[in-house]
T-cell receptor, first 110, second 110 residues
Framework: DVKVTQSSRYLVKRTGEKVFLECVQD?????MFWYRQDPGLGLRLIYF???????EKGDIPEGYSVSREKKERFSLILESASTNQTSMYLC?????????FGPGTRLTVT | SQQGEEDPQALSIQEGENATMNCSYK?????LQWYRQNSGRGLVHLIL?????REKHSGRLRVTLDTSKKSSSLLITASRAADTASYFC??????????FGAGTILRVKS
């Protein structure tokens, strides 16, 4: 059974903190993605990676960075968390056909 | 940028009725996919329809694609309370990434 896991389901951080969201997939996929999901806005792509150490900006990369040191792991980093980054964060990996999503991390920045 | 736009934003029906959701998009696509999201969870792939296909079935799901109108519809027949979820269309624009719409919230009342 294919699996994408995310390090936390719920996370509460303070403004200005550095936040790491981890994502691991066990399907040997090359492509991995980070989205944020907000009510009424659907899924918005933050960053994606199509190979180890490769990354591409998505639609809303400001305030975020990513790291892909190993094929199975794709990390999203909030360098200095702000309240407008309170959201649901979804990680995904894909093969040629479909994307597989993790369960999501609900991040609250206070 | 948001490619798929779902319509309606929300839909409430009785168990046993059919549910139809529509998706419009703007550019040429390789394929169009539908995903389902249960409350507070990650998305799950439902069905993929290629640009050269007009209709596809999977169990109680029927998807149509009209590339001339740049639109797709998802029909769920004989709905059940367990179908209550958000449904998203996503377009594959010949690249590595999918572009998701804002989704339709479906509520099936028992």
């Amino acid at each position: 059974d294919v699996k994408v896991t995310q390090s936390s389901r719920y996370l509460v951080k303070r403004t200005g903190e550095k936040v790491f969201l981890e994502c691991v997939q066990d399907m040997d996929h090359e492509n991995m993605f980070w989205y944020r999901q907000d009510p009424g806005l659907g899924l918005r792509l933050i960053y994606f990676s199509y190979d180890v150490k490769m990354k591409e900006k998505g639609d809303i990369p400001e305030g975020y960075s990513v790291s892909r040191e190993k094929k199975e792991r794709f990390s999203l980093i909030l360098e200095s968390a702000s309240t407008n980054q309170t959201s649901m964060y979804l990680c995904a990996s894909r093969n040629v056909r479909e994307q597989y999503f993790g369960p999501g991390t609900r991040l609250t920045v206070t | 940028s948001q490619q798929g736009e779902e319509d309606p934003q929300a839909l409430s029906i009785q168990e046993g009725e059919n549910a139809t959701m529509n998706c419009s998009y703007k550019t040429s696509i390789n394929n169009l996919q539908w995903y389902r999201q249960n409350s507070g969870r990650g998305l799950v792939h439902l069905i993929l329809i290629r640009s050269n296909e007009r209709e596809k079935h999977s169990g109680r799901l029927r998807v149509t694609l009209d590339t001339s109108k740049k639109s797709s519809s998802l029909l769920i027949t004989a709905s059940r309370a367990a179908d209550t979820a958000s449904y998203f269309c996503a377009t594959d624009e010949y690249g590595n990434k999918l572009v998701f719409g804002a989704g339709t919230i479906l509520r099936v009342k028992s």
